[in-house]
């Protein structure tokens, strides 16, 4: 009887390909916001690139968290581009 071994990583790799990958218009909104409403990023570095969606759902936790109402406008507008 042969067995099949597959290689964890790789399987690791087609899970995470699908998590990471964002929209181009989520990835552009969430751009903006963090210049629109700068003062919710207090804790981020200016020049810390977006690489991908857990950076972005981290752009709109933080609107929430640290935002007034036009800030949770523009999270739930980048929410609903995921």
């Known amino acids: ?3 099949e071994l597959v290689h ?3 399987v690791q790799d087609e899970g995470n390909a699908i998590e990471t990958e964002v929209p181009p218009e989520a ?3 969430a751009k903006s916001a963090l210049t629109d409403y700068a003062g919710c990023f207090w804790m ?3 020049a810390a690139p977006l690489l991908d969606r857990a950076d972005v759902e981290l752009v ?3 609107l929430r968290e640290n935002g007034d109402a036009a800030a949770w406008k523009a ?3 980048i929410q609903v581009c995921l």
């Open 27 to 29: 990835l552009s909104r």
């Open 1 to 3: 009887m042969a067995t």
């Open 60 to 62: 709109i936790r933080r």
């Open 44 to 46: 981020r570095q200016p």
């Open 75 to 77: 999270a739930r507008e």
């Open 8 to 10: 964890f990583d790789s």
